[in-house]
């Protein structure tokens, strides 16, 4: 998700709750000056140097921007792709370059116009078509599903479920009208990683109530311990029901690129791909072969994780067990419960106030679930995305003013 939202629309014209998150924590600090010098920890974007390669890769095939590329992406592309799932994920068998594989523009607008493609190719729904979203959630779900003119259905993600969506409360008449279901493992903001009986388990409903999963994998490659298991790891040899998105903006500090892809079904990806070649922006053949020479290297993937454990270690040591804190199994977020401070939005303010640091409130993340909860409140997400020395600076700082 970028900061760089367009100017929201009236509030009498576009509820509060739809709005970007970064919109809203705008508007939240307004014109209060930072308190100390300011430290940006609110946005998910790698501030990791960029991989050596990227600008000989581009220097060499500039002349290919004289091209349109192709809707699907370029074969090599393609190709490079499903070498790189086949070879990171245990799959029973290799994915079909040819069908199973398709460029995007980094994930957000796949995942959007996944949403439109998952209402016009799911057929027979019992009643008024339903997209399920975990809750909190990366904003472009509920933008999908209203998008599609479904009901947007917000599941709660909490502690209590382990930060995964709890299988258990969804009843047969949900599931009998669900389009899609967006699953995002590791999860932004917690952290949490399914693991694979829950991932056969979700795909079974899939394919029994005759619905999408659409998983969201973008967090992948950046864990704690180990690699976190992949939806079309446990799917079988028949990829049906199954979508999975990635990108190479976490993965290779690459948000800027705007590259990434969809695999899995290759029936949806058919029509998919007749949506998005009238819709969405074609990715310009230069940049597919940067992303080529990213899947191809797993060094600077492995440098990243390495960065990344580094801050983790930092939070370990100067977080402790403040504020609910554990070291996420996956992804760069930090979740914590400041409750017992004031609302979330109250110390979002305070800790720009008086500390510098920005971040992002919880409840904007989410919605209000069953009950009227929002399982977001009173927590913040802290985006470990600056350097160690940056980073330290910021969670002292945090420390101080909480304390």
């Known amino acids: 998700m970028s900061p760089a939202d367009p100017v929201p629309f009236p ?3 576009r509820p509060t709750d739809n709005r970007s998150p970064f919109v809203r924590l705008t508007e939240l600090l307004g014109d209060t000056p930072p308190g100390q010098p300011p430290i940006n920890l609110s946005v998910g974007e790698p501030q990791h140097a960029v991989p050596p390669f990227v600008g000989p890769v581009l220097a060499a095939n500039v002349s290919a921007f004289n091209k349109y590329p192709p809707n699907n992406g370029t074969p090599a592309f393609r ?10 994920y245990k799959l029973p068998r290799p994915v079909d370059p040819a069908r199973e594989v398709l460029v995007l523009a980094g994930t957000r607008e796949g995942l959007f116009l996944a949403a439109i493609t998952a209402r016009r190719y799911v057929k027979n729904r019992n009643g008024r078509p339903a997209i399920l979203i975990p809750n909190p959630f990366y904003a472009v779900y509920a933008a999908g599903a209203l998008g599609a003119d479904c009901e947007p259905v917000y599941l709660a993600a909490d502690a209590e479920s382990g930060f995964i969506p709890d299988l258990d409360a969804l009843s047969d008449e949900l599931l009998s009208r669900t389009v899609a279901f967006y699953l995002a493992s590791p999860s932004n903001p917690q952290g949490a990683v399914a693991g694979p009986d829950y991932l056969r388990r979700l795909i079974a409903l899939a394919r029994k109530h005759g619905f999408m999963v659409f998983a969201d994998e973008c967090y992948s490659e950046i864990y704690s311990r ?7 790891e446990v799917a079988g040899d028949d990829f049906s029901n199954i979508v999975i998105f990635h990108s190479l903006s976490k993965r290779s500090n690459l948000a800027g690129l705007r590259v990434g892809f969809a695999a899995g079904d290759a029936g949806f990806l058919a029509d998919y791909l007749n949506l998005r070649a009238v819709s969405a922006p074609q990715i310009p053949n230069p940049v597919q072969e940067v992303a080529i020479a990213a ?23 100067i977080i402790g067990d403040r504020y609910g804190y554990k070291r996420p199994a996956g992804g760069f977020f930090l979740w914590l419960d400041v409750s017992a401070h004031g609302g979330d939005d109250e110390v979002t303010l305070r800790l720009w106030r008086e500390a510098g640091v920005r971040v992002v409130p ?15 409140t009173g ?4 985006a ?10 910021a969670l002292h700082r945090i420390v101080a003013l909480l304390s």
């Open 11 to 13: 509030k009498a014209a």
């Open 79 to 88: 190709e490079a792709a499903a070498k790189w799932i086949t070879s990171r």
């Open 226 to 232: 180990e690699p976190p298991v992949g939806m079309l």
């Open 295 to 317: 899947y191809e290297d797993e060094t600077h993937v492995e440098e990243n994780r390495r960065l990344y454990a580094a801050k983790f270690d930092l939070a370990d040591q």
């Open 362 to 376: 919880g409840s904007y993340l989410a919605r209000d679930g069953a009950g009227g909860s929002n399982p977001g």
């Open 379 to 382: 927590f913040i997400r802290v």
């Open 384 to 393: 470990m995305v600056q350097d160690a020395a940056t980073t330290a600076e």
